[in-house]
């Protein structure tokens, strides 16, 4: 295999941030390492965020202190934290964290029911996260396949890129205004998330050439596809035809926002495996493992997998 994607995993936050019951600790934390074990080597492992906002993932604290994640960090493993506020800065510095993810909305409507303020406040707010977490140390270098060294100060995500539940559809120019604005504070990476899951092919083939015509260097965006329309699996191909290598996804498709209402989970990690393994892409995920994470998991929440080739191979 010889062309290569990176995989996001987000199923340990966005996965869960959703779940109503009370996932306890323990099973984050054993979801974390088993994600691990399965090849991820970046995983988004919580978010700092108001415990009010997002109940499920309120014992952030606990999993940044667990013996999972100091072990973790001893080994070459990304495991970045989702964060709103210099708050959330703060706190994840104080545990350690060396890489932040902060998200902003292309839309008002969601901006305002995610994170209570308009796009542009929550701009102002994200070049103030990025200064602090400048401020702290919190970067770090990383090293890509090709040698190049690169700044990672925080990857940022930019949501309802097709369209707001609130709002309707979201203007490309609205998209391409966001995402300059975080690519000129030092981001290294900007996450176009589908946050109702409603584009589909076309809508992502448009967006990204509009934004490459506009001088936004490809290499530095990711997608975030969730599935509600079925449409992830063809979204991940055709940004990748597209010239996009980074993709977050959930392990069984887990997930989705609390704050986009009917929206359901991520592409499930292993349909993205499965997939690029066909096409001989390396994505270094062992899919048999993941398959089994992905079981387990669901198990321990009580509820089926959305992943199609976790249940055929399971059916095997
Ligand atoms: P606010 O009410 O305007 O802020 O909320 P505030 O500063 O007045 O704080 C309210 C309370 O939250 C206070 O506590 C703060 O201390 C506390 P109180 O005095 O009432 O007891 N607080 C915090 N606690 C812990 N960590 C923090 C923090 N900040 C404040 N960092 C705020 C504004 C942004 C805080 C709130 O709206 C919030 O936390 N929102 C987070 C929403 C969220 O996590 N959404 C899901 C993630 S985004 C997503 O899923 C999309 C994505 O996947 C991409 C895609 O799919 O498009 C990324
Ligand atoms: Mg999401």
Redo the contacts with the bound molecule.
């Keep these: 295999m010889d062309p290569k994607v990176t995989i996001v995993e987000?199923g340990p936050?966005?996965g869960l941030?959703n779940i109503k019951n009370q996932v306890p600790t323990e099973v984050k934390t054993e979801l974390i390492r088993k994600l691990y074990d399965s090849g991820l080597r970046t995983i988004e492992v919580t978010?700092?965020?108001?415990?009010?906002?997002?109940p499920q993932?309120r014992d952030?604290h606990e999993v940044l202190q667990s013996k999972t994640i100091k072990q973790l960090t001893q080994h070459s493993v990304r495991l970045p934290v989702?964060?709103?506020?210099i708050?959330?800065?703060t706190?994840a510095h104080g545990y350690g964290v060396s890489e932040v993810?902060v998200?902003l909305?292309a839309s008002e409507g969601f901006s305002r029911a995610?994170?209570?303020?308009t796009v542009d406040q929550g701009i102002a707010?994200a070049r103030e996260v990025a200064s602090e977490a400048k401020k702290l140390g919190m970067i770090v270098r990383g090293q890509f396949k090709n040698g190049t060294g690169m700044l990672i100060v925080c990857k940022r995500?930019?949501?309802?890129?097709f369209a707001d539940p609130f709002d309707g559809p979201t203007p490309e120019s609205a998209v391409l205004r966001v995402v300059k604005e975080l690519l000129s504070m030092g981001c290294y990476q900007v996450?176009l998330?589908?946050?109702l899951g409603v584009g589909s092919p076309s809508d992502v083939r448009k967006l990204i050439q509009t934004l490459g015509e506009n001088d936004v260097p490809l290499r530095q965006l990711a997608g975030?596809f969730?599935d509600t329309y079925g449409q992830a699996l063809a979204n991940v191909w055709e940004a990748y035809q597209c010239g996009i290598r980074v993709f977050?996804s959930s392990v069984a498709g887990l997930?989705?926002?609390?704050?986009?209402p009917g929206?359901t989970g991520?592409i499930a990690t292993e349909d993205l495996v499965y997939m690029f393994n066909r096409a001989r892409v390396a994505t270094g995920v062992d899919l048999q493992k993941l398959v089994a994470t992905g079981r387990w998991i669901c198990s321990k929440l009580g509820i089926p997998s959305a992943s199609r080739a976790s249940a055929a191979i399971s059916a095997k």
């Design positions: 987000v936050r966005d941030q978010s700092v965020v108001s415990p009010k906002a997002v993932l952030c989702l964060v709103p506020n708050k959330g800065v706190i993810a998200f909305s995610n994170i209570n303020c707010r995500y930019v949501s309802c890129i996450s998330g589908d946050t975030h969730h977050d997930g989705g926002c609390p704050f986009a929206a991520n």
